[in-house]
């Protein structure tokens, strides 16, 4: 069972999964030659290709759109993300799947007003990935320019391989678990989402 493998092995595993996904693969190689600051593909497209594999779907099956996140506290306008979100549009578009680029160094502007909740500035991409719903989605992987690839995984990769649903109570509210957790058991009925811890 590759949950309960070394670290080492499954990274290798974790590639491997990651790897029979082409469109991930072709989004990966793209964003590396947009030079953006402390990117990462991160979020549904990378557990959701490793779900689809571990119970045997197609591996892009059901993955909505492929993000990218990005960290430049240079230019906090619209403006100057919208600028990247329009080049890369240029680099993607004629790939059939979505690609979403947000600069995380913004996030902080607008997440209140869209989740209720208010968001402290983030200091890296890092910090970002941090911060999501699950632990098992606290994922984030990039091309290096040498071609190594970086994977960032603070809550390591177990839960993921394990079909395994922990909740990351630290910034969005339990309904945004609850939320995506109810959707990604109608696709992947093979999860075990563990419940948001009761308030104390």
């Not at 949950?3 to 990651?18: F, G, I, N």
């Not at 100057?80 to 578009?93: G, H, M, Q, T, Y």
């Not at 630290?170 to 992947?188: I, S």
Request: one cysteine or more.
């Amino acid at each position: 069972m590759t949950a309960r493998l070394p670290l080492d092995e499954q990274l290798v595993a974790l590639r491997a999964a990651l790897s029979r996904n082409d469109t991930l693969l072709e989004v990966l190689r793209r964003t590396a030659t947009l030079g953006l600051p402390g990117w990462y593909l991160t979020a549904g497209c990378l557990f959701q290709t490793v779900w689809n594999v571990v119970t045997g779907r197609p591996p892009a099956e059901g993955i909505k759109d492929y993000d990218v996140f990005y960290f430049d506290d240079g230019d906090l306008s619209w403006e100057a993300e919208d600028k990247v979100i329009r080049a890369a549009a240029d680099v993607f578009a004629d790939l059939s799947a979505e690609v979403e680029i947000r600069n995380e160094a913004r996030v902080h502007l607008w997440y209140e007003q869209k989740f209720g909740v208010p968001c402290a500035p983030y200091t890296s991409t890092e910090a970002a990935i941090d911060s999501f719903a699950a632990t098992t989605c606290c994922l984030g992987v990039r091309l290096e320019p040498d071609g190594r690839w970086r994977v960032y995984a603070p809550h390591g990769l177990s839960d993921m391989f394990g079909l395994v649903v922990r909740p990351n109570p630290v910034l969005a509210p339990r309904a945004v678990y609850e939320a995506k957790t109810e959707r990604w058991r109608r696709q992947w009925p093979d999860l075990t989402v563990l419940e948001w811890p009761a308030a104390t």
